[in-house]
């Protein structure tokens, strides 16, 4: 059974920071991309980062600089570091886990809340 349990949300202060960690189980997690994506209320789920097997990189632009995905194979987990949170930054963080060969498997976790306000 596969499992993505994401932890390490919470309330933060507006410039704080928080590490998000996503931790999976039931795959080879070193031959699967791994990626962090958000949903505010009232909003469509966006990529946030994403990281690929060979640990390529890529970022939303409106956390570029602010932001970084990280994995490590021998704990089977991704991170998210996030430093100087906005309140815009305030969403349901979901961990996603997708590879394409050699049969395309695209898995979720259940989300960890970020909020970030005074």
């Known amino acids: 059974q596969v499992q993505l349990v994401e932890s390490g949300g919470g309330l933060v202060q507006p410039g704080g920071s928080l590490r998000l960690s996503c931790a999976a189980s039931g795959i080879i997690f070193s031959i699967y991309a791994m990626a962090w994506y958000r949903q505010a209320p009232g909003k469509q789920r966006e990529l946030v980062a994403a990281i690929t097997s060979s640990s390529s990189t890529k970022y939303a632009d409106s956390v570029k600089g602010r932001f970084t995905i990280s994995r490590d194979n021998a704990k089977n987990t991704a991170y998210l570091q996030m430093n100087s949170l906005k309140p815009e930054d305030t969403a349901v963080y979901y961990c996603?886990?997708?590879?394409?060969?050699?049969?395309?498997?695209?898995?979720w976790g259940q989300g960890t809340q970020v909020t970030v306000s005074s």
């Open positions: 996603n886990a997708e590879k394409s060969y050699p049969r395309p498997s695209n898995y």
